[in-house]
């Protein structure tokens, strides 16, 4: 097995607490069906062709707690940000080439805009009211 002792830079994230779902988004769940919510996730891949609307997340799973990776919607995350990273469980799910500190701050800075606009446009209709959903929580910068 390969451990690495070099740390990374990556992106980190968070789950959103609760997350539009169903026709309409009329729906709120909370979390993924992979993370909860107000996890702590590592972007360890982005899927540039379909405009970043997807990325590799490694986080605690939901279920099991243990460290998993999975495709999930960028919209599903928020607060992204550079971190260096020095978990070797993180380190063993990444297959990303190093990344310097400002790389990750520009691939950081593009997945918050691309999650706030895909939050936005996922779900053409209305909020349901009252509604719980990232964009709609006081706290956050939507």
């Known amino acids: 097995m390969d451990d690495r002792t ?33 996890a702590k996730v590592y972007v360890v891949d982005t899927h540039p062709g379909t405009g970043n609307e997807q990325l590799t997340a490694v986080g605690h799973g939901r279920h099991t707690g243990r460290w998993i990776a999975i495709d999930t919607g960028t919209r599903h995350l928020h607060t992204f940000r550079a971190r260096l990273v020095y978990s070797p469980a ?17 691939l950081a800075a593009l997945l918050e805009r691309v999650a706030r606009h895909e939050r936005h446009a996922h779900h053409a209709a209305p909020h349901p009211d009252p509604c719980l959903c990232h964009a709609c929580l006081p706290l956050s910068p939507a």
């Open 6 to 38: 070099e740390p990374l830079w990556l992106v980190a994230a968070h789950v959103v607490l609760w997350r539009r779902y169903g026709d309409l988004g009329q729906e709120l769940r909370p979390g993924t069906k992979a993370f909860r919510g107000g």
């Open 90 to 106: 993180v380190l063993r799910r990444c297959g990303t080439r190093p990344r310097t500190r400002e790389e990750a701050e520009e």
